[in-house]
């Protein structure tokens, strides 16, 4: 059965009532598609909606707390909704001739509707951190990366940690999305959970943390819903160091040190150069200071406010927040426009 | 041939709070040959006898990999046994595939009883009718474990399952202290000596059974029967010959079920 919803009133609640409508119905461009009739053309609508029954449509309202009885107490709907609706069903057969937009807009739905996978999944993400770098080092592992976190190209929040302890062996740095990193942290404590409570003296390390992500983000980009992050897993469990990396799309190694984004630019060619395999804890401090502070210089996403983890046997200890020393006086900074004609 | 009145399906209590379905399916892994299992600080061997239903057969496999760190023995039902281990295997496959490491035994001993347990409380299904001597190498060393059909699971330094287990237990029982610190070819012919003991008499060779290791160092593996005779061989624990006769009339006609006068009673379980 088709069912058709004209309304009249208070174009947000309409708005509202469809999206629900439609997103229970199926979700994606079709509410896009409501969104902008709603929005674009400030009149009454005629709105075609694919619905098994009226009862489905009754139960849909019912979800969204709008009480609608299967008697269709429309008087009711109106007082509480504040706009007017119209019910109509009918099969398409019937539409009458006139009703040309109705039918036109009735065609439009079809087509959006026809093709079973063309729900948009491809997010873009919205808070950004940057640079993760890790190392090993002679009793373990250290890993260091800012607190920026950025709307676009705004920084927006400046206190974002985005290295995290998991479970007893193992350390999280994350960049790209900030909130898809904290649902992979659910993700984490869910398994830490599940892992402690088996009670058994076992625990998961940091090489099965690394799997494990790898196979949630390879999954997600199967599912052309990836989490937006490169992450870096560090630790040390029963001697063994260990330091890792994942992309968003599923790619993961394991190498002596490792870097994301831009890191990977700017970082590790200094790693490569200056990187040991029995760097003390001071010295391992001073290479990843001298790589955040060649990031802090040349990513405009970076900010003077960074946290150093480590982790070896013994235990773990994030570092609190602090910045480093800079020098921006160099000739060529004070006026940079200088040989650069037409440049501002 | 009922017991009792409470032994018609697994849910129901007797009055005394006994579920005899259960240790019906108990008294299955009692039917079936024996199998032996015993372990040192970093190795644990498995062993059992074959048996075959007739003189034109071959004999079911009863020892079964499940992973590079795990294997199984079982005494009962061969073929629920078989199920049972398919399991184990899968979720071995699945534990590496998501963390890329060896499951932990103990856990996959933990779900496998949990498995037959919901055997034991759900009308329409009926128990197990395995017992499994799990054994395994992980981080804390290694373990044998024995699952039985009512979902109850113990950890073993030694132990015998099966038809004549009780002789095998005893053997095993003298022993077991020096276990601990036994080399992997100690830990063997102290199994083979086990094993002859189930036998009664009869003619211990490399085709009555079958062993397998694993250890650190060393995955599971089922010893292939030159090594096993080679090793017989060399520990001279063929058994005696001497009581040939006696040996040859208990363990002809009533195989290795638990006698002849049990062979009448009991169901034929393991064809």
Known sequence: MRLFLSFRGHIPFGNEILTCICQSNRPSRKEYYLKYLLHERKKPLLIPILSRSLDTFAMLLYIHEIDFSPKYNKEYLNTRLGFHLHWSSCLESTLQEEDKEQKNVFQVMDSLLSSEGDSQRTQYPYVTGTSVIGIKYKDGVLMAADMGGSYGSTIRYKSVERIKQIGKHSLLGASGEISDFQEILKYLDDLILNDKMWDDGNSLGPKEVHNYLTRVMYNRRNKFDPLWNSLIIGGVKNGHKYLGSVSMIGVHFEDDHVATGFGNHLARPILREEWREDLTFEEGVKLLEKCMRNLLYRDRSAVNKLQIAKITDEGMTISQPYSLKTFWNFAAFENPTVGAEGSW | ?271
């Open chain 2, 1 to 271: 041939m009922f017991r009792n009145q409470y032994d018609t399906d697994v849910t129901t209590w007797s009055p005394a709070g006994r579920l005899f379905q259960v240790e019906y399916a108990m008294e299955a892994v009692k039917q079936g040959s024996a199998a032996i299992g015993l372990r040192s600080k970093t190795h644990v061997v498995l062993a059992c006898v074959n048996k075959t239903n007739s003189e034109l057969s071959s004999h079911q496999k009863k020892i079964f990999k499940v992973d590079d760190h795990i294997g199984v023995a079982i005494a009962g039902l061969t073929a629920d046994g078989r199920v049972l281990s398919r399991y184990m295997r899968s979720e071995c496959i699945n534990y590496g595939y998501t963390y890329e490491s060896p499951l932990p035994v103990g856990r996959l001993v933990v779900q496998l009883a949990d498995k037959a347990q919901v055997c034991t409380q759900r009308s329409w299904k009926r128990p197990y009718g395995v017992g499994l001597l799990v054994a395994g190498l992980d981080e804390s060393g290694a373990h044998l474990y024995y699952n039985c059909p009512s979902g109850n699971y113990f950890e073993y330094q030694a132990f015998a399952i099966g038809s004549r287990s009780q002789a095998a237990k005893t053997y095993l029982e003298r022993k077991f202290e020096k276990f601990t610190g036994s080399t992997r070819d100690d830990l063997i012919k102290d199994a083979l000596f086990a094993i002859r003991e189930t036998l009664q008499g009869e003619k211990l060779t490399s085709s009555v059974c079958t062993v397998a290791v694993v250890g650190v160092g060393e995955a599971f593996s089922i010893l292939d029967q030159a090594t096993v005779q080679g090793l017989i061989n060399e520990f001279e624990i063929s058994g005696e010959e001497a009581g040939g006769a006696a040996a040859e009339e208990a363990g002809g006609a009533a195989a290795d079920q638990g006698g002849a006068a049990v062979e009448q009673e009991a169901a034929p379980m393991d064809i």
